[in-house]
């Protein structure tokens, strides 16, 4: 499965994301898309993640960055809901459009931009646990995330509550 993946060339990985960033240092990142992997990269010699892919680690510039895969499991650190934008196949703005950015649980400041789908929009805040799940779009993968089916934590609401009185 993820030969058949890894063996999609370049030229058919572009053609694959029309209008998407795939270059020489996301084309891991994009294949991983095609056998929905959420690939990340990652430094060899400190361990930094970081997105999006860039050739040389941006902690200690080591040139040995390599794309792995991450959970995809997350808190909303930020949400914009979109009244308008531009004409995407399976977007609606009529229902205000929901733009996540979530801060992944690999690190500390590791964040990735999509959608949240299965959910009301008034239930998507920040602070709000979510996981990864793939729609497919325009004929790829594409990584969204989904609430995962609590509420905010407690201990955060319990310190707010405290702060408050
Ligand atoms: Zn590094």
């Not at 400190?46 to 808190?75: F, L, M, N, Y």
Request: glycine fraction near 8%; proline fraction near 8%.
């Amino acid at each position: 499965m993820a030969s058949a993946a890894d063996a999609t060339s370049d030229e058919e990985l572009v053609t694959r994301f029309p209008g998407f960033p795939v270059d020489f240092d996301s084309a891991a990142h994009y294949r991983g898309r095609l056998t929905r992997r959420l690939l990340v990269n990652r430094c060899d010699a400190c361990g930094i993640w970081h997105q999006p892919p860039k050739p040389v680690c941006p902690a200690c510039w080591s040139s040995a960055v390599e794309a792995r895969r991450v959970s995809g499991a997350g808190t909303v650190h930020l949400v914009v809901f979109l009244h308008q934008g531009p004409p995407a196949t399976g977007v609606d703005y009529a229902t205000p459009y929901p733009v996540v950015t979530v801060e992944l649980d690999e690190q500390p400041g590791l964040r990735l931009t999509s959608t949240i789908v299965g959910s009301r929009n008034d239930a998507i805040v920040i602070g709000r646990r979510v996981t990864l799940d793939w729609i497919e779009r325009d004929g790829t993968p594409l990584p969204v995330f989904r609430l995962v089916d609590q509420q905010p934590r407690s201990t955060d609401t319990a310190g707010d509550a405290g702060a408050a009185r």
